[in-house]
């Protein structure tokens, strides 16, 4: 049997954060909101990118057991209705 991939086989948690922190400075202005200028550019490395990249591998954590949890839902009902 072939295995699902996961979450994390298909971005790691730095791809997140580094697309997230594009993503947020490219939105910031406008919202009004003037990022930080020692920070604009992502460092992997910095306390900052470190920080980013800690939360995005949690992020990445709830989601999968969000979806795993969907699909063993999915499964559930699925056999559920087989028996019918």
Not at 14 to 35: D, R, V
Not at 55 to 75: A, G, M, P, T, Y
Request: glycine fraction near 2%; hydrophobic fraction near 30%; proline fraction near 5%.
């Amino acid at each position: 049997m072939k295995r699902i991939p996961t979450l994390k086989d298909l971005i790691s948690d730095e791809m997140l954060a580094c697309s997230f922190h594009e993503i947020y400075e490219s939105l910031a202005p406008k919202f009004g909101y003037e990022t930080n200028p020692n920070t604009r550019k992502f460092n992997a490395d910095s306390p900052n990118g470190r920080l980013m990249i800690a939360v995005c591998d949690k992020i990445l954590d709830k989601l999968q057991s969000l979806l795993d949890s969907n699909c063993r839902n999915k499964q559930y009902q699925a056999e559920d209705t087989d028996d019918n």
